[in-house]
């Protein structure tokens, strides 16, 4: 049975976080550790399985709303469950720190993403066309905790 660290992030896991975007979002290595180095450390969250990071959530909060910016897990760990178990260790902190909503967006055309996240209670709110770029929309998602 693997071992599940779940926790904050520190400087020293920006280089396996700063992989997984690399191979996801075709930056270079090099610009995703930029684009994380820009980051508050304190507002992003992780799960390591036997000691190595697969998976990130990077996070704003503005009052007791938390509007998630980021998150990724390793293509190679998905479908096990550790995406499931570092978004509800996200939500517990939200919570904890006082937040009563969290949203988020995504793709239009990312059906498993969506999936995921209405599995969880989160609900599509509206869409905004030509969000990441022409023709490339999104939908807000979020959930009242």
């Known amino acids: ?6 926790s904050k992030v520190n400087e020293m896991d ?3 976080y700063a992989n997984i975007i690399h191979e996801e979002m075709g930056y270079t ?15 992003m969250l992780k799960i ?15 009052d007791n709303i938390f509007y998630i ?14 995406g499931c178990q570092l978004l509800k260790y996200f939500e517990l902190e939200v919570k904890n720190q ?11 055309n990312n059906e498993t993403a969506i999936k995921f ?14 969000y990441y770029a022409e023709n490339f929309h999104a939908f807000i998602i979020e959930k009242s905790l």
């Open 14 to 16: 920006i280089d396996a």
């Open 117 to 130: 996240y209405q599995k969880y209670d989160y609900k599509i709110m509206n869409r905004i066309d030509n």
């Open 1 to 6: 049975m693997a071992n599940i660290e779940l």
């Open 98 to 108: 006082g937040g009563v909503k969290v949203w988020l967006h995504v793709n239009v």
């Open 69 to 82: 910016n980021d998150f990724d897990v390793e293509v190679k760990q998905r479908r096990k469950g550790y």
């Open 29 to 43: 290595h090099e610009e995703a550790r930029l684009y994380l180095n820009e980051k508050n450390f304190s507002n």
């Open 48 to 62: 390591k399985v036997d000691d190595k990071p697969v998976g990130f959530i990077n996070y704003t909060q503005e």
